[in-house]
């Protein structure tokens, strides 16, 4: 069985670092932007649409939330009010659940051929897989700012680098785009899984990458999933 890893991250805890890393060390696929790309596809609708329901992207989630805030039965514990806004007719909530539903069998398909995965609920997803190891990256704020300058300044320099089109004018986050994004994260995890993705019983691994090297982080993650995936075949290799 290939080693699956779940990540979690709150903005700037480098889960755009840490996911592609441990998963090129494992030999798996990582998955991020290509679970919206595969649900579109089934769905059958614009990628571009699919992306307004990533789970990092406030405006889509806004959208996500308003178009269920019409209904009384839905509930909406624990969400920052904010992200409601003013109730409209457009949107249904069967939409909603579709994107969803899809989302969680790309997970669940990945969590029986292995692979890294990064955000959408996958440690809840998969909370019952016998060998997933479920990593939240996470760190005081001030910190993750700080990291999230520096990354996205690094990846600015990088594709310059390479020669890519200059992105223009460059303006670096500030803590009110990581609340911003902060609460997209968890309310996309309130919302449907009715649950605090910050809550360390999700995960068997919880690292702040603000004090902890990357690299560490990567090491840390690739022993434990192996160790897990090991375990597994460890077993049922076993003669009953």
Request: proline share 7%; net charge negative.
């Amino acid at each position: 069985m290939a080693p699956v890893v779940t990540i979690s991250a709150t903005y700037g805890a480098a889960g755009s670092v840490i996911g592609p890393a441990v998963a090129e060390r494992l030999g798996v696929p990582f998955l991020d932007r290509a679970i919206p790309e595969e649900v579109a596809e089934r769905l059958g609708c614009p990628l571009a649409e699919a992306l307004e329901y990533d789970d990092r992207a406030p405006v889509g989630l806004e959208r996500l939330l308003v178009s269920a805030a019409r209904f009384s039965s839905v509930t909406f514990s624990g969400v920052d009010p904010v992200l409601l806004g003013p109730t409209t007719a457009e949107g249904k909530v069967l939409y909603d659940q579709e994107f969803v539903a899809h989302t969680e069998r790309v997970i669940t398909a990945v969590g029986q051929s292995g692979g890294v995965i990064l955000g959408r609920a996958g440690a809840l997803v998969l909370a019952d897989h016998p060998t997933a190891l479920h990593v939240r990256l996470d760190g005081p704020r001030e910190r993750r700012l700080r990291q999230a300058v520096a990354l996205r300044e690094a990846a600015r320099f990088e594709a310059l680098y390479r020669g890519e089109a200059d992105p223009g004018p460059w303006r670096p986050p500030t803590l009110r785009d990581l609340d911003a994004n902060d609460r997209a994260r968890s309310a996309y995890v309130r919302r449907f899984y009715r649950t605090d993705p910050a809550d360390p019983k999700h995960y068997q691994v919880v690292l702040d990458t603000t004090v902890i090297a990357h690299s560490t982080c990567v090491d840390i993650i690739e022993r434990l999933a192996r160790e897990r995936a090991e375990a597994h075949r460890g077993r049922t290799d076993t003669p009953v």
